[in-house]
């Protein structure tokens, strides 16, 4: 989620292992056979359940906002708001960003967009969101992470993880990505996962990265279908740091183009849970 994106399919096999190329649906027999491949215990050492009144704001021991409406270096049409139209808990245990068309702040769409920066980060493990993605012509969502050291270095030097993003007009395709110091934007190393039957918002899925040193697995309900390693990246390997989660939906950019009269409003991402372990032995 970041600067602008054509994405090439920049990725590498893991030798000997089940990966998926295409459309597939995940069988209990690939299941266990990536379950065994490697084999991780973890421990769960932040989560957030999203429990509270209808209405309230996310945690905000856990959670900050970004707000305003600067195009986010995407050409973005929203202005992201901390306003609990915008994001609120529904008081079912699950987080709601919303995306609405309408006038604010000179923008002609609202949105929200938050971020554990200065609450939590942390480097290396399991990074796992369970949620219902919205979808529509230029409609844009993301779970992904960014590295706590952006203030410093800038982007693409701080390194980016993107775990879920989606083009709101595939709502059958999840596109996971890397960028970094040169391969970032439309170089960005990705690779796609496409459901072989139904969609993503049409129901919750689970997300997740499995991170190490000198690695990052990607999986989409428990299935991998891509990893990442340094000789994937044609610059420096900057992920051997702790980077912070965000969570949002942009609306258009150059990514996912403009909404169309045809795109519904107001969009929503409901989340029911975010966790994150650490692996133990």
Known sequence: MS??????????MLAGTLLLLGSTALTSCEKTAIQTLQPRKWEVVWTDNFDGPVGASPNAANWTYDVGATG????????????????????????????????????????AR????GKFQQAFGRFEARLKAPSGPGIWPAFWLLGGNINTVSW??????DIMEQRGQEPNVNHGSMHGPGY???????????????????????YAVEWGKDYV???VNDFLYQRIT????SGEWVFNAPFFMILNIAV????????????????????????VFKEVN
């Open 114 to 117: 938050i971020k554990t920066q």
């Open 72 to 111: 986010w270096g995407n050409q973005e049409l929203q202005n992201y708001t901390d306003r609990p139209s915008n994001v609120s808990l529904d008081g079912s245990g699950n987080l709601v960003i919303t995306a609405r068309r309408e006038s604010f702040g000179g923008a002609a769409f609202t949105s």
């Open 156 to 161: 693409p030097q701080c390194g980016e993880i």
């Open 217 to 219: 697995d990607y999986y």
């Open 252 to 275: 258009g950019g150059n990514y996912v183009g403009f909404p169309t009269t045809g795109t519904p409003f107001p969009q929503q991402m409901v989340v029911d849970y975010i966790k």
């Open 3 to 12: 600067v602008f994106y054509n994405f090439k399919n920049n990725y590498s």
């Open 230 to 233: 340094p000789k994937d990246a």
């Open 184 to 206: 970032s934007g439309g170089n960005a190393i990705t690779k796609s996962f496409t459901l072989s039957t139904g969609r993503f918002d049409t129901d919750f899925h689970v």
